[in-house]
Every structure is written in structure tokens, then in C-alpha cells.
């Protein structure tokens, strides 16, 4: 991202903070839960996949842009399966905002005209070989390999993501040199326990809560000696802290939240339901943004009473529209363009 497109999206969070008018600043899109992938870890691909039609999600967009939004995260299950993909990325592009995505990468190779278009791509990748095969199938760590050489052949902007588990929390120091062979960031994340996102599987592979920490204090280390790790030292140390992995936030019933979720970023289903968070569906009422309206949706959104959670990469979200400097410094270096300016 070029220095005054940093200036301009960094402006307008500013704005909405300082002037106490809440944005749908960054959102969070799900286009489906079908997926080609099979985690060990990941619920989605098992869940209901009611997904809204292009027009549907034509009309969703132009209501965020008219609210302010930024940044649109396209997700899945795996984004790159719909047909329509090409057509909702030009869709925010035109709109004025800044489009992004997750994907396993194993479509990338073939749909590079779409990834190009892409101001942001994020790739899933848990570690060599053996370990991402063992986590999310045979044969799959060949097919993500060929996703981010063609993404670095073609000198696209990218980060790598990886969920490190008992089973890859080796893989970190590889993880680390691979995002600097390529030039890019990586952001680590350990599993949660949402039933209705990661099913039974993420109990199975979490690592011990002594694990988790070991783990965190390895990327921490890392993160301060000057590696390529997305968040900050800060966010980890939150997580770092938490007092119980086998309870993924606190909620305060009847109280008011202090966190940023659903005021200033927020999450929206394949059926256009609007989520505080990620860590809210199953369990949030929501409204919805094709039945209800996109403004009525995000509203509603606010009205949660979650305080804190062990998410780092939630955790870093809040703390860039909590205008936290250390976060709000690294968002500046890193975050939205990880090969530079």
C-alpha cells in the first residue's frame, strides 16, 4: 500500500475513534462454508451452506461502502470455489475499498486474474510437509506451495497464516524462514473450541495449556529479534496471559463492551448474517444483512457483552481501533502491505 493510501485509511480510523461514531471499518466476509479442504481442525466444510446470490452481495457491498468500510476479508470455507468470486472482488474494488482474502491456495495457480486483483491475499499453510499434510490432508502442502510461488512469482502482496497445534508446534522456526525466503508475514494462531466453527477436532489437536505458552513465548521471542511475524509482541502477550484455554472469552451479561468487535470490524456469514466477531456465531442472535438491512444488521451487532478473549489476531484487531501505538506502529509496517511500501 502506497504512503498515502496508509494516510487515508489510517485517517479515517482515527476519525471514527476520536469522533465516537462507530464504522464497519474492516469486515470479515464469508462467502461459504464449502470447502476442498478437510482440517482436522476446522468445522466448516460439515456446517449448513445457505449462501447468498452476486445481486444479494452487490447490495451488501455498496451499503458497507456507503458506511464507511475500508477493508472487505473475503473467507470461506475456501473463497476461490465461487464462481462469482471475480465478479464480487471488482465489486469492492469499484466500491473504493481495499479487497482482500484467505484461502488454502490451492486454487490460486488457476485463478490468478482474480488473486491479482487482490490487494491482500492471505495463504494457510501449517508448517513442512508431513505436518500440513497430517492437519489438512495428503497431498495438500504440494498444492499450497504452487499457490505461493505463483503468488510470489507474479510479485503479489501476501501473508502466510498457520494454526499451530500440538501436532505442528515445530514448525514455527520453518514457518518463520519460509516468510522471509519469500519476503512476506506470517501470523500464528492456536485453535479454539467454538463448537459450531471447529468441532471436535480442534479439542483433540490443542496443545496443553504449558504447550500454548511455550509456544507463545518462541513467537514473542521471535517477533521482538526482528522476524516476520504479523502481530505484535503485544498481542501475543495478551494471549500469553489468558487464565484458561478451555474458555475462549468472558462475557459480562447486561454490561456494555469495551471491545472495537462489531463497532468498527465485524463478521458476515455465507447468509448474510452480521456477527460481532467469529467467536460469536453459534452462540449471537444476529441480524441479517439482506433480510434486515446492512445498517440495522451492524447495529445490532454492537449489542454484545463480550470483555476479552484469548483471539491474537482479534486481540490485534481492537487494538488498532483501541488506537493502541505499538499495534497501530506495526499496522503501519506491516499490516496492510507486507512486502513494503
Request: glycine residues 8%; positive net charge; hydrophobic residues 40%.
Amino acid at each position: 500500500m502506497r504512503p498515502h493510501e496508509k494516510l487515508a485509511v489510517g485517517a479515517r480510523i482515527a476519525a471514527a475513534r476520536v469522533s465516537g461514531r462507530p464504522r464497519p471499518l474492516f469486515v470479515q466476509y464469508s462467502l461459504l462454508n464449502g470447502c476442498n479442504a478437510a482440517c482436522v481442525y476446522c468445522n466448516s466444510p460439515n456446517r449448513d451452506d445457505a449462501q447468498l446470490g452476486t445481486a444479494e452481495h452487490r447490495r451488501i457491498l455498496e451499503e458497507f461502502a456507503r458506511l464507511g468500510t475500508v477493508r472487505v476479508k473475503f473467507l470461506g470455507g475456501e473463497p476461490l470455489l465461487r464462481r462469482d468470486i471475480g465478479d464480487l472482488v471488482e465489486a469492492v474494488r469499484g466500491l473504493g475499498m481495499r479487497a482482500a482474502m484467505v484461502t488454502n491456495g490451492f486454487l490460486v495457480p488457476e485463478r490468478m486474474a482474480v488473486v491479482r486483483r487482490l490487494s491482500e491475499v492471505v495463504i494457510s499453510i501449517d508448517g513442512r510437509e508431513q505436518a500440513h499434510d497430517r492437519q489438512r490432508g495428503r497431498g495438500t502442502w504440494k498444492r499450497v506451495m504452487a499457490g505461493i510461488e505463483a503468488c510470489a512469482a507474479d510479485g503479489l502482496d501476501f501473508f502466510l497464516s498457520a494454526v499451530v497445534t500440538h501436532e505442528s508446534a515445530s514448525e514455527i522456526d520453518w514457518l518463520i524462514e519460509t516468510a522471509r525466503r519469500y519476503g512476506v508475514m506470517v501470523n500464528f494462531q492456536v485453535p479454539q473450541f467454538n463448537p459450531e466453527l471447529y468441532g471436535a477436532g480442534a479439542r483433540a489437536v490443542m496443545p496443553s495449556a504449558e504447550e500454548i505458552r511455550v509456544i507463545l513465548r518462541k513467537i514473542i521471542a521471535a517477533k521482538e529479534a526482528g522476524a516476520p511475524v504479523l502481530f505484535t509482541a503485544r498481542s501475543y502477550r495478551q494471549t500469553l496471559a489468558w487464565h484458561d484455554y478451555g474458555l475462549e472469552r468472558v462475557e459480562r451479561p447486561g454490561e456494555a463492551s469495551p471491545c472495537t468487535a462489531g463497532r468498527y470490524f465485524l463478521q458476515v456469514e455465507p447468509n448474510g448474517d452480521v456477527y460481532p466477531c467469529v467467536l460469536h456465531v453459534g452462540s449471537f442472535q444476529p441480524k441479517n444483512a439482506a433480510r434486515d438491512g446492512v445498517e440495522a444488521a451492524w447495529r445490532h451487532a454492537w449489542a454484545h457483552s463480550c470483555f476479552s478473549c484469548y483471539n491474537t489476531w482479534l486481540n490485534e484487531n481492537r487494538g488498532i481501533f483501541d488506537l493502541h501505538p505499538a499495534i497501530l506502529g506495526n499496522f503501519w509496517r506491516h499490516y496492510m502491505r507486507p512486502r513494503g511500501s
